[in-house]
T-cell receptor
Framework: GQQLNQSPQSMFIQEGEDVSMNCTSSSIFNTWLWYKQDPGEGPVLLIALYKAGELTSNGRLTAQFGITRKDSFLNISASIPSDVGIYFCAGLPSGTYKYIFGTGTRLKVLA | EAGVAQSPRYKIIEKRQSVAFWCNPI?????LYWYQQILGQGPKLLIQFQNNGVVDDSQLPKDRFSAERLKGVDSTLKIQPAKLEDSAVYLCATQGRRNTGELFFGEGSRLTVL
């Protein structure tokens, strides 16, 4: 099935650094969801975005719905060790009801 | 509010055996999804229910996979007979607002087929 292009695939960062990741598509999306998945657990919803240009924060996390409606960004400020995990984006293409998932960004934080 | 409940958390079977997974959605959530997540990949949709009706099962391998949603609440996903490539995590997700709202996932059922 179709998947979104999510980058980077993985990243190693130092504790305290900021992190940026994004998802892009050739299609227009109506909704973007960002999830974090820890090993052995299900994805946990972090942020939901519904309008182009929307910028939403959840603690140290900030996500944006791209103006073109074809991309979304997630930023994590001042990373801490518990930020380790896999971050997935999920988008709802315009005119459909089926979410498409990104391939995931694996984040490792070095103390 | 209780989250999405799934069981079993882990299951190991031999190929050609059968297995069933159970999901109890968040109370009041009409839409329920089963996803398959292979290691290192994002979730892939298998089937979507709206109440007790199937909305989309186009990616469900119907020769071996089946799913039902009894009375529009709990759901079961069955694999019979299992193949090695079915080894994955099976995630149940539910949604409150029809089709455009947030998806909430359960912890998943990890299947290993030997």
């Amino acid at each position: 099935g179709q998947q979104l292009n999510q980058s980077p695939q993985s990243m190693f960062i130092q504790e305290g650094e900021d992190v940026s990741m994004n998802c892009t598509s050739s299609s227009i999306f109506n909704t973007w969801l960002w999830y974090k998945q820890d090993p052995g657990e299900g994805p946990v919803l972090l942020i939901a975005l519904y309008k182009a240009g929307e910028l939403t924060s959840n603690g140290r996390l900030t996500a944006q719905f791209g103006i073109t409606r074809k991309d979304s960004f997630l930023n994590i400020s001042a990373s801490i060790p518990s930020d380790v995990g896999i971050y997935f984006c999920a988008g709802l293409p315009s005119g459909t009801y089926k979410y498409i998932f990104g391939t995931g960004t694996r984040l490792k934080v070095l103390a | 509010e209780a989250g999405v409940a799934q069981s079993p958390r882990y299951k190991i079977i031999e190929k050609r055996q059968s297995v069933a997974f159970w999901c109890n959605p968040i109370s009041g959530h009409a839409t329920l999804y089963w996803y398959q997540q292979i290691l290192g990949q994002g979730p892939k949709l298998l089937i979507q229910f709206q109440n007790n009706g199937v909305v989309d099962d186009s990616q469900l391998p119907k020769d071996r996979f089946s799913a039902e949603r009894l009375k529009g609440v709990d759901s079961t996903l069955k694999i019979q007979p299992a193949k090695l490539e079915d080894s994955a995590v099976y995630l149940c997700a539910t949604q409150g607002r029809r089709n455009t709202g947030e998806l909430f996932f359960g912890e998943g059922s990890r299947l290993t087929v030997l």
